[in-house]
């Protein structure tokens, strides 16, 4: 199954495989993950992994000096991000379980450019924004959001990060080796992954399917299911 790994933490791994230190993070993950069965419980362990190795990297005094990185500035959200397979599970579960409400319509209109680079920056800028994304600029998924997104931490000036004429410049972002490789240990256990408007909507149709819903969970907030699978068919008709 093809596998679209983010391309940074690639690089990473394939520059730093060869080295023992790396590879036995790399190997220590492997293990810890392939004894988890549940997808949403994979991501979560992969994304405490990603965290706890960011931080290590965020600890350096000059790191915390110069990122340019602040709250409300969205430069990135406004780009194609990779998510793995377990990652769309877990959100997918927090907009279908969690009634965590997302603009479907943006959201099927970003997720039939697929995988394309190119057919991404036909959109128009507005329709390019996360569908996570707050009114504020915000991640409003931020305890859940994937692993790619907890790795950018940018040096260079928010300029360099903006989209907006549809052209992508050099940024410069921290270094996070070893959350790279946890980031690649993560894509390897899922099995699939691709941009995340294309990974959900297969997602969110993987989870509200009869079968896999379990009404008789408290957690399941049975209204907004219902809506939800609603609009789903509404715009499959399109
Ligand atoms: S998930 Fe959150 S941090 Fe990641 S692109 Fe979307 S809004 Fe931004």
Redo the contacts with the bound molecule.
């Keep these: 199954m093809l596998i679209n790994y983010p391309q940074r933490a690639y690089e990473t791994f394939k520059r730093l495989s060869p080295i023992s230190e790396f590879n036995d993070i790399y190997r220590f993950l492997q293990n810890i993950l392939s004894k988890i069965s549940s997808p949403i419980e994979r991501a979560r362990k992969t994304h405490q992994y990603v965290d706890l190795y960011t931080n290590e990297s965020l600890s350096n005094p000059a790191a915390k000096k110069f990122i340019t990185c602040h709250k409300g500035c969205?430069a990135?959200?406004h780009?194609q991000?990779s998510v793995n397979s377990d990652e769309a599970a877990l959100l997918a579960n927090k907009v279908i379980h969690e009634g965590h409400e997302v603009d479907l319509k943006k959201l099927y209109i970003q997720g039939n450019v697929e995988n394309s680079g190119s057919g991404w920056f036909e959109l128009p800028y507005e329709m390019r924004g996360?569908?996570?994304?707050?009114e504020g600029g915000?991640?409003?998924?931020?305890e859940d959001?994937?692993s790619?997104?907890r790795t950018n931490n940018a040096f260079s000036p928010p300029v360099q990060c903006e989209t907006k004429d549809g052209i992508e410049k050099p940024v410069r972002l921290l270094n996070t080796e070893k959350a790279d490789f946890a980031v690649i240990a993560g894509f390897r256990a899922s099995g699939e992954a691709g941009t995340?408007p294309h990974m959900l909507w297969k997602a969110l149709g993987e989870q509200s399917k009869p079968r896999v819903v379990t009404p008789s969970k408290k957690v399941v907030k049975k209204a907004y299911l219902k809506r939800i699978k609603k609009d789903l068919s509404k715009i499959f008709e399109v």
């Design positions: 969205s990135c959200c780009t991000v996360c569908v996570f994304l707050d915000g991640c409003s998924i931020y959001r994937p790619v997104c995340l």
